[in-house]
């Protein structure tokens, strides 16, 4: 029983920031890999960032630069920082994480319910 609960989101305007946080908690054993995702009307949902739990990260093209992600391992915690929030980052972001709740078990991916963030003048 994990669950992830993402805060932070909001309306924001063009060139403004924003900062996500997300926590998880339950059982846990270990995560692996935390991520945030997005996901704009009629669009698929797209990895934004990615980190691991000895912190190598990865970015989507679009965020490069302008978004960072990182994770406090003893809190089970990831959050994004967004600078320089375009029209086009207009979406809902969600928590991802890979955990294991018993070292003898399989990671299974669990996702927070999401947060809106929206860049508008």
């Known amino acids: 029983q994990v669950q992830l609960v993402e805060s932070g989101g909001g309306l924001v305007q063009p060139g403004g920031s924003l900062r996500l946080s997300c926590a998880a908690s339950g059982t846990i054993f270990a995560i692996h890999t935390m991520a945030w995702y997005r996901q704009a009307p009629a669009k698929e949902r797209e990895l934004v960032a990615a980190?691991?739990?000895?912190?190598?990260?990865n970015y989507a093209d679009s965020v490069k630069d302008r978004f960072t992600i990182s994770r406090v391992n003893a809190k089970h915690t990831v959050y994004l920082q967004m600078n320089s929030l375009k029209p086009e980052d207009t979406a809902v972001y969600y928590c991802?994480?890979?955990?294991?709740?018993?070292?003898?078990?399989?990671?299974?991916?669990?996702w927070g319910q999401g947060t809106q963030v929206t860049v508008s003048a």
């Open positions: 991802n994480a890979m955990i294991q709740t018993h070292p003898t078990r399989a990671l299974r991916e669990n």
């Open positions: 980190v691991t739990s000895g912190g190598s990260t």
